[in-house]
């Protein structure tokens, strides 16, 4: 009979909040069993190697931007604000998966990259259709800039402390850039 993916979202989790945690060398197999709460086996039954843990992984990102992306193109004060406003960690789905990406980005896992690259460009064209491509560069810049400054300044916990002022001040950026 086979089994239930929840057993594998739960692989798929445990892998993303070791590379968040730990990052990608301690990311084990049996780490990610271990944290699973299943046996070696088990993960191996979903996942025969690292490599389609972070293909699972890069697949989940994959979809997660694409419904962000959908969210930024509906977004009624426009996608540019959108993007600025959703650039805290709110420990969403997305957050996580983003972050766990990095960690593999960082040790040069080049699909990875890839990944990134093109996700980033799907959010440029997005951008540039609500305030052309010069603001839409600004606008990438400052959300990644606010973003990773919340990552590093306060961790995951408690790194929007303040950030929804310069959320603000930013928004305000962005009136005077459209016009």
Do not use: C
């Not at 699909?111 to 064209?125: G, M, N, P, S």
């Amino acid at each position: 009979m086979p089994r239930k993916p929840v057993a594998r979202d739960a692989v798929l989790d445990a892998f993303e909040a070791l590379l968040i945690e730990v990052g990608e060398r301690a990311a084990t197999l049996d780490a990610v069993a271990k944290r699973a709460g299943v046996s070696k086996g088990g993960l191996l039954y979903h996942f025969p190697n690292k490599e389609a843990l972070i293909t699972a992984l890069l697949e989940r990102l994959d979809l997660l931007a694409d419904e962000d992306t959908a969210l930024m193109k509906a977004a009624p004060d426009g996608s540019a604000a959108y993007f600025i406003r959703s650039s805290l960690w709110a420990d969403t789905p997305m957050d996580r998966a983003f972050v766990a990406a990095t960690r593999l980005a960082e040790v040069a896992h080049e699909e990875t990259r890839r990944r990134f690259a093109a996700i980033q460009q799907r959010w440029l064209d997005v951008l540039a259709e609500d305030v052309g491509p010069d603001v839409a560069k600004a606008v990438s810049y400052m959300g990644d800039g606010l973003y990773f400054n919340a990552i590093f300044e306060g961790g995951q916990e408690g790194g929007n402390a303040g950030r929804e002022a310069d959320v603000d001040i930013l928004l305000g950026v962005l009136d005077r850039l459209r016009k």
